[in-house]
């Protein structure tokens, strides 16, 4: 049976109208950092703060009528028929490209909301802003399994501590299993659609894990865990890009003070986003998995509202700094050796 909620409210001073990023300079430690608190039957976390699909529509469609600079494309239909958003910056061939993929799994919400941020903070004509889109072509395809995260499925989800968002599209898939059949109408959009008509050079996949990740054996909550391709098939060239991509996030996120990451102990299948990407179309990408989740049958992987300001804010330093290390051409110089000390994610929950 679905589990009784008490009502949330987000962190929403973090969550600006004007789309400049949130003050980070004072950090508050412990329990509303993002390494707490967890959901243990009893914290807040109804979501009615996040944004709904009508409210990102709404959002993305006014961003695009008030800045030039920003080109909203739909590029697609969910199981439901839902619209699928990209938005657009820059688009010169001579520059690099890269993709932001936000909550192919509809209950990895915070991911979108920094998506969200990032693509207003891209709308405002500050002389950082275009550098980057003079420099970077920049895509940003907020949200991909939009029926997942409106609830809308054609399964139950009473198993659920919340009942509002899932894993798994409309038709019980996970879409970031789908990337060699490609058989959901999501995924083979944004192949179609995205991957085969703009060629990025690199993507960020940005996900959710479990509240009770830690680094390595120590036992100290991580904030989040990233991890480049890992199939044997990814040519090596594209595998190095990738671990440059993951060094520059590190650096950024390490370097606020408020995040702690470690190695994601993922898999090498070319079904996952990840590895069939870098395999089949060469793209350097990176896998940024944030901590706790909006919704899930496992406890354990819940996270109290109390976190999601900082976790928000974290993946919009993980997406900012990338632009600025491409624009200023400083992604080539990125030690990646830090992977090779990087201790792995362990995991304590149930």
């Not at 970031?176 to 995205?194: F, G, I, S």
Request: hydrophobic content about 35%.
């Amino acid at each position: 049976m679905k589990r009784q909620l008490v009502t949330l409210t987000l962190a929403g001073a973090l969550i600006t109208s004007t789309g400049a990023f949130a003050n980070t300079s004072t950090i508050i430690a412990g329990e509303n950092g993002p390494n707490g608190p967890n959901y243990n039957g009893n914290e807040t976390i109804k979501n009615e703060r996040l944004h709904s699909y009508e409210e990102m529509s709404d959002l993305l469609q006014k961003l695009d009528q008030k800045s030039e600079a920003l080109e909203l494309e739909v590029f697609g239909q969910s199981v439901k028929e839902r619209d699928l958003y990209l938005a657009k910056f820059g688009m010169n061939e001579d520059n690099p490209t890269i993709l932001f993929l936000t909550q192919q799994h509809g209950n990895e919400t915070l991911t979108t909301e920094g998506a969200l941020q990032l693509i207003k903070y891209l709308t405002n004509n500050s002389k950082e802003v275009k550098h980057i889109i003079e420099n970077v072509n920049i895509l940003v395809a907020p949200r991909l399994n939009v029926d997942g995260a409106e609830g809308d499925v054609n399964f139950s989800l009473d198993d659920y501590v919340s009942g509002t968002h899932t894993r798994y599209n409309a038709n019980g898939v996970d879409l970031n299993r789908d990337h060699v059949d490609r058989e959901q109408p999501e995924t083979k959009a944004l192949h179609e659609n995205v991957l085969q008509k703009y060629s990025p050079d690199y993507m960020i996949d940005l996900h959710h894990q479990g509240t009770q990740t830690t680094l390595g054996d120590t036992g100290e909550l991580v904030s989040g865990s990233i991890l480049y391709p890992t199939n044997s098939e990814v040519d090596e060239e594209v595998r190095e890009q990738s671990k440059k991509l993951g060094a520059v996030v590190y650096n950024a996120v390490d370097s606020k003070g408020y995040g702690l990451l470690s190695k994601y102990p993922g898999g090498t299948a070319q079904t996952i986003s990840r590895n069939g990407l870098a395999a089949e179309y060469g793209i350097s990408t990176l896998l940024f998995e944030m901590r706790g989740m909006a919704d899930h049958y496992r406890e354990d992987y819940v996270l109290g509202q109390k976190s999601n300001g900082y976790l928000i804010q974290q993946a919009v330093v993980a997406m900012k700094s990338t632009l600025e290390a491409l624009a200023d051409d400083t992604l080539e110089s990125a030690d990646a050796s830090f992977w090779d000390t990087l201790p792995e994610s362990n995991y304590s929950g149930e």
